[in-house]
């Protein structure tokens, strides 16, 4: 079988030599070993993300030399899949309503003995969790905004110990428990990255997923997610975040090394990719 990669940015912003970086890894290996190289814009953040930034990222990408196979995804155009998938989870009684506020939870959170916490941060509590029935519909009826969270204890106990294999690391088991009960569908989407990003990659037959380090634990969740829904195990390559002379980590704000800046200053495409570390 051959390999399927994807670049999988979210159009909030310009990309930047980080993000040149990842795609060069995931268009590279997909070209090595004769398989594919997809593009996926996760734009389900409506407030964050713009089509500007999207034609922006495939305008980039293209002058950088990276193409990709088919057409690009949006998971914006695809809120039934992610629906879909929901719903089959609720089947299974593994998603709750839950109501919280941000200050909710960090006061629920400030009040506790102890306040454990996983790879994100201070864990959810599980306020809403064990609301009786009676109390939820009521909510829902008041019109209260509620995300939906997968019961992580009750998901792991259905499926039993999971492993996924990193190509770097070699074989990881997924400690999804370490994350609490994470958010499936948010306030304001029918979804989340968590689902999304595990929906798509099974829609679109991804077989490698390369992307940053800095996302090596969400896989826990991702991989118990495939296991509820029955989607294959990709194979996982995690690899470096791209840091500046300094040692500093590019993000969003620095305007100065954007693609888009290199461009405007004379930065050729090879110029830029060997910048990224691509000779
Ligand atoms: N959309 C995510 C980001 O821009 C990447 C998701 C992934 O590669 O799994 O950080």
Redesign the pocket.
Known sequence: MSVVT?F???PTGYLHLGHAYAALVAFGIARERGGRFLLRM?DIDRGRCRAEFADAIEDDLSWLGIAWDGGVRRQSEHLDDYRAALARLEAMALIYPCFCTRADIKAELAAAVSAPHGPAGPLYPGTCRGLPESERAARIRQGLAYALRLDVAKAQAMTGPLFWEDEIEGPVEAASTLHGDVVLARKDAPTS?HLA?TVDDALQGVTL?T??ED?FA?TDIHRLLQALLGYPTPRYRHHKLLADAAGKRFAKRDQAVTLRGLRAIGKTPAEVRAMAGFA
């Open positions: 994807r999988a940015p979210s996760e990255y990003v997923v992307r940053g996302l969400a």
